[in-house]
């Protein structure tokens, strides 16, 4: 009895290796650039299963981390699942960098091309990150432009989109 409870214990842990199916994602506006810089903080190996689901690429994201094959496969990714749009207009998105960190696994950095504030006041985000590989997903989003406009959400299979009016 112990040696099969012990069996069934080692399987459900090597086949749920992190049950916690989230991401953060993160807006921030740089007046110096007069940008958006968009961070994503992600497990490694859910985006990996995303891309082997939705593309049948398998990788290590990490030790590829400057495979242009990689890279395009990546920056299409984001480009499906993450839009932002100010006033109705595409806010287009291009990749900088990956960052490796303990506890959410992978950042991967995205900016904008040059925007004023003004153009921000009409926001509408849709977030759909690992909804499609994991139903279960939950996106927790923030979006932080000055001190007066904040906005924090969380989003998931059922919410994918949202719209922020800082206009008053």
């Not at 916690?20 to 110096?32: D, F, G, H, I, N």
């Not at 990996?48 to 395009?72: H, M, T």
């Not at 504030?117 to 590989?133: D, E, G, K, M």
């Amino acid at each position: 009895m112990r040696l099969s409870l012990a069996g069934v214990l080692l399987i459900v842990l090597c086949c749920s290796w992190h049950p916690l199916k989230m991401s953060y994602t993160a807006v921030k506006y740089e007046p110096e650039r007069r940008c958006l810089e968009v961070s994503f903080r992600v497990f490694q190996d859910d985006v990996e299963a995303a891309f082997l689901r939705n593309y049948g690429y398998r990788c290590n994201i990490v030790q590829q981390a400057e495979d242009p094959e990689l890279l395009s496969y990546l920056q299409g990714y984001f480009d499906q699942v993450f839009d932002l749009w100010a006033g109705g207009e595409e806010i287009c998105l291009d990749y900088l960098r990956m960052q490796p960190e303990q506890q959410m696994g992978l950042v991967l950095y995205f900016k904008s091309t040059p925007l004023t504030p003004q153009q921000l006041s009409r926001l509408q985000i849709y977030n759909a990150i690992l909804v499609t590989t994991f139903p279960q997903q939950v996106n927790m989003f923030f979006l932080g432009l000055d001190a007066d406009r904040r906005y924090t959400t969380q989003m998931d299979v059922e919410v994918q989109q949202v719209s922020i009016n800082f206009e008053q």
